[in-house]
């Protein structure tokens, strides 16, 4: 089986703003974000409920449009919808009427090819994600993990510049979960697009993320933009190392965070302390 590659992808956000709501219902859900991401990345955006993760996420798939400030992708702006750069949610959207295999052909249906092509390009995808012997299943014949396979499937038969993940294992039970993560960071491991996955755990975070972007309450601002470098490939023994743990601790005073205070930050020895905040509140 072939390797995708994926040398596109690279983010660029500058002083975005997101507006969402009409009238007097409307809020400013994310604001003044400046943000470079590189092709190949993996990056996670963590952050409390209804601080704009999701908004940000729908703004890169291009199903939001900015108030104010740039979103480009390989240096074209963000105008619309495309399959260039997938979206997988949090519940399968998966066609009940459609087998496996033509669930993730789908979109290459959209586009014209033709059925023999488009099955083989889903039949290889279905491969990576270790579903080559469930083509023919309808989706309700699969368990709530398999089905996520199958939509990740789905978004990377289009060979995206960017996968875009919306607390995607969320509705799993924690060992299919921890089962899907790995599963993931496998996959990206061969095709290396740039992936962007939203999550409010800081476990999984921390676990999949070579670089960890932290939230502020709504309005969505940065507060926080952490390198990871734990080796790869990563394995569950991780989530039990010191480094893992003092990671944790500092993500979850960032999350605790409140108004006016000023932002934990970690000193050169790797302690939280609180100093001077680099973004103010």
Same mark, same amino acid.
């Given at each position: 089986m072939s390797v995708m590659q994926a040398p596109e992808g690279r983010i660029d956000i500058r002083q975005l703003s997101i507006v969402l709501g009409q009238g007097a219902q409307a809020f400013e859900a994310v604001q003044g974000l400046d943000c470079q991401i590189e092709a190949g990345q993996f990056v996670c955006i963590l952050g409390p409920s209804g601080c704009g993760k999701s908004t940000l996420l #729908?703004?890169?798939a291009g199903h939001l449009q900015p108030r104010t400030g740039t979103l480009n992708v390989d240096g074209a702006a963000v105008? #619309?919808?495309s399959p260039q750069r997938g979206m997988v949610f949090q519940q399968h959207t998966l066609f009940p009427w459609r087998t496996v295999r033509d669930n993730v052909a789908f979109g290459l249906k959209m586009r014209g090819l033709g059925k023999a092509e488009r099955h083989r390009a889903a039949d290889e995808i279905l491969a990576l994600v270790g579903l080559e012997g469930f083509a023919g299943n309808w989706p309700d014949q699969l368990s709530g993990g398999m089905q996520q396979r199958v939509e990740i499937a789905r978004v990377l038969v289009n060979r995206p510049r960017l996968l875009?993940? $919306?607390e995607p294992f969320g509705a799993l039970d924690a060992l299919t979960r921890l089962n899907m993560q790995e599963l993931l960071l496998d996959i990206w491991t061969r095709i290396r697009t740039t992936v962007v996955?939203?999550?409010? $755990?800081? $476990?999984?975070a921390l676990f999949l993320a070579d670089r960890l972007l932290v939230m502020s309450p709504r309005p969505g601002r940065i507060i926080e933009d952490l390198r990871l470098d734990f080796a790869r490939p990563r394995t569950t023994e991780l989530m039990t190392s010191p480094e893992f743990s003092r990671l944790k601790r500092h993500c979850l005073e960032l999350l605790r965070h409140e108004e006016g205070r000023q932002l934990p930050r970690l000193n050169p020895l790797g302690l939280p302390e609180t100093s001077l905040p680099r973004f103010a509140l």
């Open positions: #729908g703004a890169l105008s #619309g919808p875009l993940m $919306d996955f939203v999550t409010h $755990d800081i $476990d999984e």
